[in-house]
């Protein structure tokens, strides 16, 4: 499983969406998790709902494959498009709830705001992810860890993945050019009982 995070990108839809693409897109992302609440998810949101169902949708594709124009053909593609974004995409809570997700034996708490966070999350979580830092972040304290990719003007987006060359858990910063800044491998929770010879 692959999840991506996205810091928030306050009144900048367009970069949200080239976001959005990359990690959908290049890295194959299965949960799309954004960490604010703003306008420019209010426009991007806005921008693919759509009130067709699927089956519409495929209709459409038939149709306008057979005897659409290129503008038609467009804003199909536009509206698949956004449906595959919205399908994959969650918003992280509101302050003070948390969401939790589990990624092999991993366990991610996904916060908003930092000052949220209990000692009690950070004894029970392998990653702490939040979308209040004022830039790219990362830090590692014993088996875990505590990971923002800053605000999307930054230029940077997270992506945890267990489907890693290396084997096991890895968390990447990510540029929005689809460059790998970092990659970091995270620990699973790991024997608690040691056996002496």
Not at 44 to 65: G, N
């Amino acid at each position: 499983m692959r999840l991506g995070f996205i810091g928030p990108a306050k009144t900048d839809a367009v970069a949200l969406e080239q976001a959005a693409k990359l990690l959908i897109c290049d890295f194959e992302v299965d949960t799309l998790i954004y960490l604010g609440e703003d306008d420019a998810l209010r426009e991007f949101v806005a921008a693919y709902e759509s009130e067709e169902s699927a089956h519409t949708v495929e209709q459409r594709v038939a149709e306008v494959a057979a005897t659409g124009s290129p503008d038609d053909i467009e804003d199909v593609l536009r509206k698949l498009r956004g449906a595959l974004y919205l399908g994959k995409l969650r918003v992280a809570p509101p302050t003070p709830t948390r969401a939790m997700e589990m990624l092999d034996d991993r366990i991610i708490l996904v916060v908003r705001n930092k000052s949220t966070i209990c000692e009690e999350d950070v004894i029970n979580s392998n990653v702490v992810v939040y979308g209040d830092a004022k830039e790219l972040m990362f830090k590692r304290f014993g088996p875990r860890c505590f990971f923002s990719p800053g605000p999307l003007d930054v230029g940077h987006v997270g992506l945890l993945d267990d489907r890693s060359e290396t084997g096991g858990v890895v968390l990447r910063a990510i540029e929005l050019s689809g460059d790998v800044s970092w990659s970091e491998p995270i620990q699973g929770r790991g024997a608690k009982v040691m056996v002496a010879p």
